[in-house]
Every structure is written in C-alpha cells, then in structure tokens.
C-alpha cells in the first residue's frame, strides 16, 4: 500500500477536516516511517502533515505549570532549562529518545499517541500529572494522561481525535523527579527496562511520591504500592528497596529479543530503585 | 625490531573521504539508467522444504511486470567455492531463511513486490536443521540429500552434514595431559554476527547484445565477473563488473551474490535492471555472516606453566551453503592453538550443515570467537596454576625460533613484544575502582599470497593513473596507493588518479578480502611503478645526455645527482612519449611447514604466511546489578611487519577495535526455532555507537619478517578484530568473578552468569 492523498494542513481545522475524512496526522514522521520502512505496519492510504499548523507548536512555562504543543520536539524539551530544573524527569527521557535525528524530528504528540510501552515520555509526564487535550471536529475533551493508554500502540481517543496539548501542573515545592532507562549502550536505545520518579520532600519526609514503569506493562502505569511504600517514609535505602521491589511485582514483562522476562522483572527494582534515589537527590537539593 | 611512535611522514589523507563525509560520493544505488526496472526476490517461504510447483502465472499477468525468472530461465548449474552446492534459484528445496525461489522485474518497487507475492509456489515443509551440533551427528537428516555427486575440492571430508572437517594432531596430547600439574577444561558457544556494512547492497545490469555491465556493491568484482559467468554459462569476456564508491562490507560482500540474480532478470526484460536491498534484507538474505560456534578447550600445564597438552573440539555453523567459507574448519583449529608454544596438541574442528543462513568471511572469520575462547581458557589456566595471566603468556607465547604444533618454524616476530607494550600503554596492574578490571588477550592471522597487476600510466600533463584490480572496500588501502608510487617516482600522491573498480581495465585481482590490498595489490602497483621509473630514466638519460646511474626522481622532475641545475620535470617528459609501467611483483614464498603426523583437512592453513601477532589489553567498567559492560579504553600492540601508512593502519586499529566491541558485548543475531532471524534490523542488531567508542591507544611494532609484503609489509585489515572479545571477556571475568560462556555478553548474560 502506498500513500495516495497528502495535504499539508495550515491550520487546526484543516486537520481536522482530513482526520475526519480518514487520514492520519503526521509530523515528525519517526515512528510512521520507520514503521512503514521495518514492515511493522504500511503507510496509510491517506495523511495530513501537521507540522506547520502554528497553534500547535510551542513551549510554555509558567509559574501554574508547562504547556506544551503537540510538536513540541524532544529536543526543544530537553534543551528548556526551566523543564531541566523542575520537570526533571521529562527533560531527562527527551535527551535520551532515539538519537540526534529522532530528537530534532519527533515530537510529544507523536511520541504519546504512538502509545508504545516502551515510550520514554510517557512515565515522566504521567508521574508529573500531566494531563493531554484531543479535539474533533465534534468538539474537545481533557484527560488525564494515565487514562489515555489502553495497550499497546492503542488510545482512548477516537480515529477523528488529534492531540492538541500537553498540560503539567507545577510541582509543589520540595519536589524533584527522574527517569532512568536500562541501556545496553549509549545512544539509539530503546528502553528494555525503563522507571519514572517523582517524590516531594518535607522535613525529612518524603509526603508524596508517583512512581511509573516503562517497557515493564501492556502501557505505561503508575505503581500504587510503590508509592505506599515510600509515603510517610524517610526516603532511605529500606523504603527505596521496597518501592523497587514493589515495581517489579507490579510488572508483567515479556521475554523477547530484548531480554528475558525474569530479567527484566528483576532489572524493574535495580532501575525503579535508581530513578527513586536520583529522585529523592533532586528534590533535597 | 622497532617501535613505531609517530606516524613517518606527514599524515596521508585517502583521496575519497571528502566525497563519502561530504555525501558528494555515488555509490551503486545512486545509479540510475534508462528504462530500468526495480527487481525483488520471492524468498523462501520456509526454511527447509522441497518445493512441489512454482507457478508464475498470476506474477506474469501483473500489468508492470517484465520478467519473472525462476530456475527454469536460468541454466541448471550449481555454483558455490570449496562445494558447488548452491543454484541462483532454488529448484528440488530450499534451505534458509534467504534462499531465492524467484526473481521479478517490474516497472516500479511495489509492482516488483505485490508479483513477487503473486507467485505460488507449493512446499512439502522438512524439519528444519538449526542445531548445527547435533547436525552431525548418526541419523540426522541432509541438508543436502546428494551431495556426493556435488563438485568440491579434495580435501574436503564429505560425511552426513559435515562439509569441512580439520585436525591438528602432535604427539600424544592424551599422555602428556595425564602428566599434566594442572588441566583445565572449557566450553564456550557464540551467536552468528552479521558484517553490517551501512550501504545496504545493490547491483544494476545492463545488457547490450550478448555482453552485460553490472555495477555492483562487491568486494571481489573479479569473483562477481567469474560468478556471473559460470550460472549464466557465458564467456567470462562478456561480463564487465564495476564497483562504485562501496559504502563498507567488512567481508559481507565479499564473494558471488545477487549479481547473476540480476543479470538474469535483466536479459529476460531485455531493460536494465536494479536492485536495492532493505535494511532487513541485508541481514538475513546475505548468505554471508559470522557462523555460530560451539568451542571446547583442555589443556594440561606444568606447574611452572608450560603447555604440554591442548585438546579441542569445535563445531561451526556452516549454514545451508559453502559459499567461499569451506576452510573454515582449518581456520577455526589454527585459533584454538593460538600462538603459543604447545608441547602435544589433538584438535579437532568440523564445518556443519545446517538450514540457517550461510556463513562466510567477515572480517578475520573464525578468528574472534576461537580467540574469546582460548583467552578466558588462557585466563582459567593461569587462574588454576596460580600465575598472573600476564606471566603465563610471557613464559608461552611463540617467539623467534618457536616451531609451531603444525611444524611451522617461526621467524622474526614480535608476539612477545606487542603483549609487553600493550600491557604498558593500559597501565596493568594499576590501582582500579572495585567494578573496573583490566584484561588482555592475544591473537594471531596470517598474510595471504596471491598473484596480482597493476599499470601505471603518466598522462600528457605530468600526472599519472593508477589502474589496479584491487578493490577499495572501505579502509583505505586502495586509496593508499598513490602515496606507494610517488615515492618511487619521486612525485606527490595528489599527483595520480586511481582506476580501481572496473574489470575491463586491470588485471584481475583477489579483492578486497584477508587483508591482502597493500600485500599482493600495493606489490603490483609498486613494481608498475618501478616499471615506469626505468622508462623515466631511460627517457631523461637521453635528454640530459647523462648517465642513468647518475640520475635521481626527485621533486617531479628526474635530475643529475649533485647538479641540481642538469633537470628535467616529468612533466616535460610525459609529453615526450608514452610511458606506462606495468607489473605484479613476485608473490613471496609461503612458509615451510613440516606436516603434523594424522593431520587431515589440509587446506594450506597450516602454517601462517608472515603471521601478524595482536596483543589487546581492554579496561572495562561492569554495573553488577545489571551486567551492562562499558569498555573504557583498549590498547592495541600489533606486530603488522612495517607500517606504510601510519594514519590509515591506525584507523584499522579503530575501526577494528570497536566492531570488536559489538561483538564481544550486543551484536549477535538472535534465530528462532525454524532458524529464522528474529532481530533482523538496526534496532535490536545493536552495533557499537561512537558514543561507546573508547579511548584506543595503538602501538605498532615493526618487524621483519620473513615473507612479508611490499616494503615489509604485513596485513592490517583483519588482526583488530581478532583479540578484541578476549580481552573483554577476561576484564569481566575479574570484576563479577565468573565467565561469561556465551557470546556476545550482553548484559543478561553478565548478569546471569554474576554470582
């Protein structure tokens, strides 16, 4: 199959407009290219290239929190100091997607809708309580983004949805957060084992915490008994241990070419247990 | 025996980089011609199965389909190196993953794709055969079910689905290691590896009357022209092989491929003909990878460390075909000796059959895993006597005057001295953090001879073309020389053009494979050089009425010795004649080697031409809990005779040193259980990044070696990839306290293996 239709929309509406008439969006193009290119899946039969619709472009960061637009590149993220220094975690999985190329082309929309497992913003953002806008031409919704995956590669959202925006409230003070990944190597890596911390600290204590795990699930989630474990806690290696342990036992692995899934059950605790201390350093500091 | 520090002369830069960083450079799939078509391939739709019916048909009645050739449309010949085993298209079976059932030339890549799926073809599957151990054993079903009848070199032992079957035997290894202090036995096992080179292959063909061109990504353009020949039953004469710019092949693209594939199709579209391979292709298609291995090692020490016994049984993942890699077995058996000095020896190392994809030469083939082997096995010895792996190296390695286990009496090399300065440049024995160790490892590899040509011509305006049959694969040797015939001239490199890559043109040549560019190529072209300058000399002799003793090439110009003002510039003398060398220079002579009592499988392995001695040290950085490897530095000592290019033998070292990382620690193709690749692509076949490189600190030590090349010279090319795995495994080993049996040693391994 190859592409027959390709506009190039101006606008939010002309999006719109094609997504109801069955195309599909495309900006940076890394996951449907690559996809169509590796026989994953072929290129529809219809697109519309978004990447010059303005009013979804952008980075904002304000004292209520961080907007950002659904072409928002990995690297116009990772490079913003102001989401280096308080949404750590999502700085950290943007320098670290794909290589050079991925992270100047790819974009967040792109990358949560692609609704891999194995997708590095996803945990960060969902730690961080973002929450995604998708409009239609019928109208538009809000949710939070922990409800927008439902397996892999599968959303909420219907075929005539588009992702609009990504909005993160701020963190409350006291608060720091991380995202580590297992890497076999240094760059071009996909996450075999990935974890996303967020924990604020109060006098000693830590008095809220939201823990997710990557590539470890049919989605991206957060680890409830996780995060018990280390509520009400002094944040020290006993409570770090225990949350570690806990997301291995919430995790449902796969074994594959990429490992096995004993060992990536037990490579969850050692990465969850790192992102949680590199965590915890952040929001002390 | 001298240290190179600094490269000799100033830095020689290939005359190709700039095009290829630049992207200016057109390599074979840049090349388009009128009226081509798009070919692709039916592949095997099984990986063992006689075929029952092919039927073209429906591929045919496809408007944009102009040809659909299977083994019908082509003669019935078998091709292959060592055993002709092997059709262009499949006829009573297929036998891997990439076997070709059909080819199809269409007007467009996804016409050319939708007919290939047209075609029906009708299987009756067979168990596939992917235990390439078990393959040989009683009972085990043929790859090959009558192969007797097949044509295939002599020496070669044919039984069941072993192909190539070699001993080493010395002595009586079964005596003296029931006298042995100590004996130390073990197992190893590697995945296949793949040569990734980043352009994928491609190959155009043109016919014209009943003579076809055919441009093609190969190493050995004059074993495509002889391939191509032979399965399409035509003069030799009649093919034309040329080789654009070569985007890598690290051996993958050496041999006969895809070439007479697309000659066929072309002659029956009576259209040009291209085609592009896919990332994914040109991993599992190629019949052409680093074969799997399983490796058992014993050997029995004195107390005192001496060898007196080594015993080995190696089985070697052939594949479904022989292609060029039937010496496999004699290779492999040469590597499990290593170069050490081994009282008895009793080796034995069997080449199997099997449906998985072929194996053949990548980059020193055998070497790197028989090397992993051996060195952690080195390492368990010294372990078990109590030595430092150092010293026991020291008191075992070969030497001047060493005679080998296979007889070869050993001259002028520098194992020794490569082990002692690659020990220094990594510091051993330094202070290291806890998860830090060093390790070393040695290795050797032989220079291959063989007859080569060349021509140098001078054109009218003083410059010179050098036409060589030799084929520039990437690393630099063809582009090399230049610098070789200007200072026999007494010009400058910039000064000459290479015509390398067309087989019309130059003599013909083994190509680019086992480091022999500069060896048996850089010879030819030295001694058209030569050639040329008796021509010069006899030319100015005339002209400045002087004796041709008492001339000298210096500076462009040919002058008399010690008056400088009695000149005349080559140039003025290039209009003055035609001059043209030309030559091939003597092969050297191959080493003597006493034959070892009971040794069968001779291939002509046994002794190592001017052997090239590696001694690697590697510092690596283990993260315990989850057995990631960082490699943080690897020095490179190597006794490679006399270095003619500083910059471009140390860009062998680098580039080999790092392919020799992915090897030791991610790249490996994972099969599935009817052998079928299941990482067939960039992303889960993970090759080294620059962000993984290492510091590399390289040392040479120069020689003189018996038998060597031009100017005493050895080969570069092969030997970096060789010890590189070894030494990595031995650092590892030190830091979790265990060994890592299993190649490549990916992190769950690591982990797995971690106490």
């Known amino acids: ?285 | 025996m001298t240290a190179v520090e600094e490269p000799r002369a100033a830095a020689f830069v290939r005359p190709d980089g700039k095009e290829k960083v630049t992207g200016a450079g057109r390599y074979t799939a840049d090349l388009n011609l009128t009226g081509q078509l798009v070919a692709k391939f039916r592949y095997a739709d099984h990986t063992h199965a006689r075929i029952l019916r092919i039927d073209t048909a429906r591929a045919r009645a496809l408007p944009g389909v102009l040809a659909v050739v299977t083994h019908e449309d082509v003669p019935d010949v078998l091709y292959g190196g060592m055993v002709k085993d092997r059709r262009l298209f499949a006829k009573e079976k297929v036998r891997f993953e990439g076997d070709i059932v059909a080819g199809v030339a269409a007007t467009t890549a996804e016409i050319a794709e939708c007919a290939a799926a047209l075609i029906e073809v009708d299987y009756e599957p067979l168990p596939a055969i992917t235990d390439f151990e078990a393959s040989m054993g009683e009972g085990s079903a043929l790859v090959h079910d009558d192969w007797e009848s097949y044509e295939a070199d002599d020496a070669l032992l044919r039984d069941g689905n072993r192909l190539g079957y070699s001993t080493i035997v010395k002595g009586d290894a079964a005596a003296a290691m029931a006298s042995a202090d100590v004996v130390v036995k073990s197992r190893f096992v590697t995945d296949p590896v793949q040569g990734v080179p980043i352009e994928p292959r491609a190959v155009i063909a043109q016919w014209q009357g009943d003579k076809v061109t055919v441009w093609t990504s190969t190493q050995v353009p004059y074993a495509a022209r002889g391939g191509i020949a032979h399965t399409l039953q035509i003069p030799e004469s009649n093919v034309r092989v040329i080789v654009p710019l070569l985007g890598g092949g690290f051996g993958a693209k050496c041999d006969f491929h895809f070439e007479g594939h697309v000659a066929a199709l072309a002659r029956a579209a009576r259209r040009p003909v291209k085609l592009v391979f896919s990332r994914r292709e040109e991993f599992f298609a190629v019949g052409h990878r680093r074969e799997g291995m399983v490796i058992e090692l014993e050997t029995g020490a004195r107390a005192d460390g001496t060898l007196l016994a080594r015993r080995g049984r190696l089985v070697l993942d052939k594949g479904a075909y022989c292609g060029e890699g039937g010496f496999f077995a004699q290779m492999a058996a040469m590597h499990a000796l290593g170069p050490y000095k081994i009282e008895t020896a009793d080796i034995e190392s069997s080449l199997n059959y099997s449906t998985n994809q072929p194996s053949s030469s990548i980059r020193a083939p055998t070497a790197p895993q028989v090397c992993w082997a051996l060195e952690q096995h080195m390492d368990e010895l010294a372990e078990a006597l109590g030595m430092d792996p150092i010293d026991l190296r020291r008191h075992t390695l070969i030497e001047e005057g060493t005679v080998t286990a296979t007889g070869q009496k050993l001259e002028r090399i520098a194992m020794k001295e490569t082990l002692e300065k690659a020990v220094e440049l990594i510091g051993y024995g330094q202070e290291l953090p806890e998860d830090e160790a060093i390790g070393v490892a040695v290795g050797w590899w032989p220079c291959f001879a063989a007859s080569s040509g060349a021509y140098v011509k001078l054109n009218g305006d003083g410059s010179g073309t050098i036409i060589t049959g030799a084929q520039e694969n990437g690393t630099g040797a063809v582009m090399a020389m230049p610098k070789f015939v200007a200072e026999e001239l007494g010009m400058q490199p910039e000064d000459f053009s290479i015509l390398y890559q067309d087989t019309d043109a130059a003599p013909s040549d083994m190509g680019s494979c086992g480091s022999q560019t500069t060896f048996n190529s850089g010879r030819a072209v030295i001694a058209a050089a030569v050639d040329l300058r008796e021509q010069l000399l006899d030319a100015a002799s005339d002209k400045l009425e002087a004796a041709r003793d008492d001339l000298e090439l210096v500076g462009g110009a040919v002058r008399v010795k010690g008056s400088p003002e009695k000149t005349v510039t080559i140039a003025d003398l290039a209009g003055s004649g035609t001059f043209h060398g030309k030559g091939s220079g003597e092969p050297p002579e191959g080493p003597p080697a006493e034959p070892a009592e009971g040794c069968v499988g001779r291939l002509g392995l046994e002794s190592f031409h001017a052997p090239q001695l590696i001694a690697h040290a590697a510092r690596v950085r283990v993260d315990r809990a989850t057995g990631v490897v960082r490699v943080l530095q690897v020095a490179a000592a190597h006794d490679c005779g006399r270095i003619l290019n500083r910059l471009g033998a140390d860009g062998q070292v680098y580039g080999g040193v790092v392919m020799g990382i992915g090897q030791a620690l991610s790249e490996g193709t994972q099969l599935d259980a009817e052998g079928r690749h299941r990482n067939a692509h960039l992303t889960d076949y993970k090759l080294v990044t620059a962000s993984d490189a290492p510091q590399i600190d390289v040392a040479w030590i120069e020689t003189d070696t018996p038998g060597a090349g031009p100017k005493g010279s050895k080969g570069v090319g092969e030997p970096p990839c060789v010890p590189t795995a070894g030494a990595i495994a031995n650092a590892i080993a030190k830091v979790i306290g265990s060994r890592v049996r299993s190649l490549p040693m990916t992190p769950e391994r690591v982990w797995d293996a971690s106490p």
């Open chain 1, 1 to 285: 199959m190859s592409v027959s239709s390709y506009v190039t929309a101006g606008s939010v509406d002309d999006v719109l407009a094609a997504l109801a008439g069955g195309a599909r969006p495309v900006a940076g193009g890394t996951d449907l290219v690559v996809g169509a290119r590796s026989g994953k899946s072929s290129l529809p039969e219809s697109l519309v290239a978004i990447h010059r619709v303005a009013e979804l472009r952008g980075v904002r960061v304000s004292a209520d929190g961080l907007r950002l637009g659904a072409l928002a590149s990995h690297e116009a993220i990772c490079e913003n100091e102001e989401i280096q220094a308080r949404y750590s975690a999502l700085a950290d999985a943007c320098t670290i997607v794909g290589s050079h190329a991925t992270r100047a082309q790819g974009t967040i929309g792109g990358n949560l809708m692609n609704a891999s497992p194995a997708m590095e913003t996803g945990g960060p953002l969902i730690c961080l309580g973002a929450t995604v806008t998708l409009r239609s031409a019928a109208g538009e919704r809000t949710i939070g983004l922990a409800d927008l995956f439902t397996g892999p590669g599968k959303t909420v959202a219907e075929p005539g949805e588009l992702l609009i925006s990504v909005d993160v409230p701020a963190p409350a003070a006291g608060t720091g957060s991380a995202y580590l990944r297992l890497e076999y190597r240094r760059q071009m890596e996909i996450a075999v084992v990935g974890a996303s911390a967020l924990v604020t600290v109060d006098g000693g204590k830590v008095t809220d915490a939201r823990i997710a795990m990557t590539a470890l699930a049919p989605t991206i989630r957060h680890v409830p008994e996780a995060e018990a474990a280390l509520i009400g806690s002094d944040g020290g290696p006993a409570a770090i241990e225990a949350a570690g342990e806990a997301v291995a036992a919430a995790s449902s692995p796969i074994s594959d070419v990429r490992g096995s899934a004993g060992y990536r059950r037990a490579m969850a605790a050692v990465i969850a247990g790192r992102a949680i201390e590199q965590a915890l350093a952040r929001a002390r500091a």
